[in-house]
């Protein structure tokens, strides 16, 4: 990533995570700060996955040094520039790793095994430069010149990657069904439409490391016979847009994409294609659909993407890990690769850890271990220091795997065998504040929603296991309710033609499996023990507690809060409608939950 | 309306139903909605058939066939946000801002609505005003990100 040239080098992360905890201010201030010291250069990288410590700034000495500094805003920057500059001793407290200090290591840290996300956080994403100093297109050399489009499709055959998308299908086969296809026209497809809720992997990919996807595209379209391909990528990711078009350009002039790529017959012409907003377009079908103008409605298979598929030529879709993979195992084979992870499950995988966890953020660990590893010495527990109860695996299509399921392995069989899928690799932890009966009702509301209404049971039926949901949650439900829901949900299940009516009830399902005493006493009791659900629980002020200080009065939408300042506060249940704004405002813990 | 707008997209992205979408976000993009009478134009100069074009622009979320406001509110309802408190946020915007959901303010500088994810999970909850992310809300942060877009 650039040599020092007898510069310190400033770093800071750019990327959509850390601009939003204030990176952009901080690097606006450094380049403000910096700019009469003439041995200091300022640069930028995209996210190292750290997401808990943006913003995130790293400095380069030029004797090797190298501090790794977190949670810095604009406002810290002149009590540290200076002292940095001059390599004085800085705050610990701003210090997450310090070459100097080899013992101090992030447990973050540990554990993880970066292929994936190796440049992830470490080169400027929007110059090429950086990611061809690593090593980048690389590999598209060795397979333009010395492989087969064959060997290629047989090197991940060997290699054991499975579509990181979810489904798990093996690459190498998928690439071979559309070889085996012949048509005058074919196209290469990766799949960017990251809709599932609580997870953010293939945003930082693209916004870390945009070159190594396009390079795994352009392997791809070589194995299976392809000259042109499409990068469908969500709206909701601008930067990533931003940078995908950066680096397309620069690819583009230097002969990695267009006609004869250095100098060879293999032609690859690469487009980006924007969602508009349509969870279903994550599906291969649908997504072909949106490509070309249509609803994303999907289509029954077969036939298949692999034979008639955009345009009704020959197809292939992968995800954008799954492309990301691609260059590191044609640069060091697939032997290297298929050393890590389980015997049906190679190689590593990435998930985005978010919700009640201590340190959330983008991992990528060897396929099998436990996912307990990862929430707790990668994740550090829950964030409120609260029990655990469960963590979501694979969004709106996954399940609720519990506390006593946390030694599963994350390989695709075990995770399926738990009721969840590993699916894109969405986590999202849970703490005992959080209601289990709240969480099944808020993907189901989702995917209601997103629901394309072309199949019965998947535009109706998710519309009344939600209807029921409802009705329980809000304390009006019976032991009938139960069974119905198991019931419609198995039917929704098979009667639905595409992923995501086939796997919409899994959240249920899972749910009532492992947490059927919390449905229970959302139905017979009447209570919500994470006091979730607004229609079984009170909000009061707890007289001893509070000081009068009309915080909570100043900020109640509705008024229903009264009393006069340094007196008891009384909250009015008729005019009450549970915002929990006071439980939020109250410094004091002077309001009763429950 | 102009009518050199129409004919931008059509250059742009070509006249054919594949350059629905496209065209679509290009007319957002310019107006800040899809007025009717733009995607009307689009239809007589084009190959796409009126019902191909509405069908397609009431399909995807990201298509708003109302005005939006000068600020458009994204208030993120993804699984993270959901479980650290995106409801809060809710309440806080529609309290400051005297509308609900899918509503626009009556001088026309706030519009809001809520999106699946934005892809910050770790800073739950997020809100994004323009092109602009704003994470780990609490009441009094929506307050002050509010006021940085001239909201009193």
Redesign the interface.
């Known amino acids: 990533m650039g040599k020092n040239n007898g510069h310190i080098r400033l770093v800071v992360g750019l990327g ?2 850390g ?3 204030g990176a952009k201010d901080l690097y606006e201030e450094l380049a403000a700060k910096t700019k009469s010291h003439a041995n200091t250069k300022l640069s930028h990288t995209s996210c190292n996955g750290m ?2 410590k ?1 913003p995130i700034m790293e400095v380069f000495y030029p004797d090797g040094d190298h501090l790794m500094l977190g949670n810095i805003h604009k406002k810290d920057v002149d009590k540290v520039l200076e002292p940095l500059l001059t390599r004085k001793s800085i705050d610990e407290k701003f210090v997450i790793e310090d070459s100097r200090k080899p013992d101090k290591k992030e447990s973050f840290r540990l554990k993880q095994h970066k292929i994936v996300l190796e440049n992830c956080g470490v080169i400027d994403p929007d110059d090429i430069a950086p990611y061809l100093e690593k090593g980048g297109y690389m590999a598209i050399k060795k397979v333009l010149t010395s492989m087969t489009p064959e060997q290629v499709i047989e090197e991940m055959k060997a290699s054991g990657l499975r579509g990181r998308g979810g489904a798990g299908f093996p690459t190498g086969t998928k690439w071979q069904f559309a070889r085996n296809s012949q048509a005058e026209k074919k196209y290469m497809i990766c799949n960017a439409d ?7 992997m293939d ?1 930082a990919v693209l916004e870390s490391d945009p070159h190594r996807v396009i390079e795994g595209l352009i392997i791809g379209g070589y194995a299976i016979g392809a000259h042109y391909g499409y990068i469908y990528v969500r ?4 930067l990533a847009i931003k940078r995908l078009k950066i680096a397309i350009a620069q690819a583009t002039e230097r002969n990695f994409l267009g006609d004869k790529i250095l100098n060879t017959d293999f032609s690859f012409h690469l487009k980006i ?7 279903v377009c994550g599906e291969e079908t649908a997504l072909i659909a ?7 409605n999907p289509r029954l298979r077969p036939p298949f993407p692999a034979v008639s598929g955009l345009w009704k030529y020959p197809t292939n879709i992968n995800n954008v890990e799954t492309l990301a993979s691609v260059p590191w195992i044609i640069n060091n084979g697939s032997a290297a690769y298929a050393s890590y992870g389980t015997a049906k499950s190679k190689g590593t995988k990435v998930f ?5 966890i201590a340190k ?2 983008l991992v990528e660990v060897d396929m099998g271990i436990p996912l307990r590893d990862i929430i707790y010495t990668i994740g550090g527990g829950t964030s409120s220091g609260k029990p655990f109860k469960a963590v ?1 695996l694979g ?1 709106p299509s996954g399940g609720c795997v519990p506390e006593n399921l946390l030694d599963t392995p994350v390989d695709y069989e075990s995770i399926a065998a738990t009721g969840a899928i590993m699916g894109s690799g ?1 986590m ?1 932890v ?1 703490d005992e504040d ?1 209601c289990i009966v709240d ?1 099944a009702k ?2 189901l509301t ?1 995917t209601q929603k ?1 629901s ?1 209404g072309k199949c019965t049971f998947c535009r109706v039926g998710t519309m009344r296991l939600l209807e029921i949901l409802e009705k329980i949650s809000a304390g009006k439900g019976s032991m009938d309710d139960l069974k119905e829901l198991e019931d419609l949900s198995a039917k929704v299940k098979d009667l639905s033609l595409c992923g995501l009516g086939k796997t919409a009830p899994n959240p249920i399902v899972t749910t009532i499996k492992y947490f059927r005493d919390e449905y229970e006493e959302h139905i017979k009791d009447k209570k919500c023990r994470a006091a979730v659900c607004k229609d079984l629980i009170n909000f009061s002020v707890i007289e001893k507690d509070c000081t009068g200080c009309h915080l909570c009065f100043k ?1 109640c ?1 509705v008024n229903a809060i009264s009393g006069e300042t340094k007196k008891v506060h009384h909250i009015d249940q008729k005019l009450c409608i549970k ?3 006071c439980y ?2 109250c410094k004091f813990n002077a309001i009763f939950k429950g | 309306m102009s009518q050199s707008n129409v004919q931008k997209y059509l250059k742009n992205y070509g006249s ?7 065209i ?2 290009a007319i957002q993009n310019d107006y800040g909605y899809l007025p009717l009478d733009v995607l009307s134009k689009v239809c007589e100069e084009s190959e796409i058939t009126k019902s ?1 074009l509405f ?2 622009a009431t ?5 708003k066939l109302t005005p939006k406001g000068k600020n458009a509110i994204k208030v993120c ?4 946000c ?4 995106a ?2 946020t809710i ?2 915007l ?2 400051q801002l005297s509308i609900n959901m899918d509503q626009t303010t009556e001088d026309g500088e706030f519009s809001m609505e809520t ?10 909850p ?1 809100v994004m005003i323009n ?1 602009d ?4 809300l ?3 942060k929506v307050r002050s990100m509010l006021k940085k877009y001239g909201k009193e």
């Open positions: 959509s995570c601009i939003a905890a997401c808990f943006e990251e809709g599932d809720p609580g997870a953010f945003r709206a909701e990711y601008p294609k924007e969602g508009a907003g349509a969870f949106s490509i070309e103008g249509e609803r994303g985005s850890v978010a919700g009640k959330g953020g979501q969004g969405g999202v849970m959080t969480v808020f993907f989702f997103e394309c900020n939408p915002c929990g704004m939020e405002v | 054919t139903k594949e350059a629905a979408i496209p679509l976000q191909h069908g397609v399909f995807y979320s990201q298509f309802k993804g699984t993270a959901h479980v650290k408190g409801d809060i309440v806080a529609k309290d999106v699946a994810c934005l892809g910050c999970c770790s800073l739950a997020v092109e992310v704003y994470g780990s609490s009441s009094s």
